[in-house]
């Protein structure tokens, strides 16, 4: 069970340290937007490259842009733990995912709520976390979706199937009051921006987080 404070809620004039601020946190999860793919613009490569140098937790961006075929292994290249693209906005993404493995970061993708797991059952091996929105991508803030539950829990057994551990991320309205919902579908990495920056002690909120979520699950 993980947690990834999202830092598109963070002060982002201060980057590093609102990352200090939550030292419990399993990774970073760091939002692109590039106004193209969503209708919402923030931070890119030169950020993520220089915020690296402040911290040892590792970061987990997650690229809402177009032409991800040719920006995810950017994103490798600088260092990223973990790189998710939407698979809405790549054009190869088997070639894509095989790439960024072969650079040395672990290869993911996201899917939103709208996009169902099923044409993709065959290719989840070449993954090594899924991440399913339970928001439309854009914005923090948002509430979570109750109808992406059932796609969680169809994208568990599909990940059973293969016998490989592959994570399954949630990124959209995660808190107290819904974390326990997704880890019970089945996800077991929880993005959470809004509960953990708007909350008055936000690394003992990560810790909350993840006790909730470690009860809850039944997988
Ligand atoms: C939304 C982003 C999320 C967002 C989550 O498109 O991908 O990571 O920051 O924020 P909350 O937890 O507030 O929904
Ligand atoms: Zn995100």
Not at 39 to 48: A, D, F, H, K, R
Not at 107 to 130: H, N, R, V
Not at 141 to 157: A, C, M, N
Request: net charge negative; with cysteine.
């Amino acid at each position: 069970m993980k947690i990834t404070p999202s830092i598109l809620n963070a002060d982002l004039a201060d980057l590093a340290g609102e990352v200090a601020r939550v030292p419990s946190s399993d990774m970073i999860h760091f939002d692109v937007m590039d106004n193209h793919f969503v209708p919402n613009l923030t931070v890119g490569l030169p950020v993520v490259e220089s915020l690296k140098k402040h911290t040892k937790i590792p970061i987990d961006v997650h690229l809402m842009i177009e032409n991800a075929d040719t920006w995810a292994p950017k994103y490798a290249e600088v260092g990223c733990e973990s790189v998710t693209f939407h698979v809405e906005a790549a054009k190869a993404p088997i070639r894509l995912a095989r790439e960024l493995r072969k650079l040395g970061t672990r290869a993911s993708m996201a899917l939103k709520p709208a996009t169902p797991i099923e044409p993709y059952a065959d290719i989840i091996s070449e993954f090594d976390m899924l991440l399913l929105m339970t928001v439309e991508p854009g914005f923090g803030g948002q509430s979570f979706l109750d109808s992406v539950l059932p796609k969680i829990r169809r994208t568990r057994e599909l990940v059973q199937g293969t016998g490989q551990e592959i994570w399954i991320q949630v990124d959209g309205g995660i808190s107290v009051d819904t974390i326990e919902r997704a880890a019970e579908a089945g996800a077991d990495v929880f993005v959470a921006g809004t509960a953990v920056y708007r909350a008055e002690n936000p690394d003992q909120m990560v810790n909350d987080l993840r006790d909730l979520a470690i009860s809850a699950c039944n997988h």
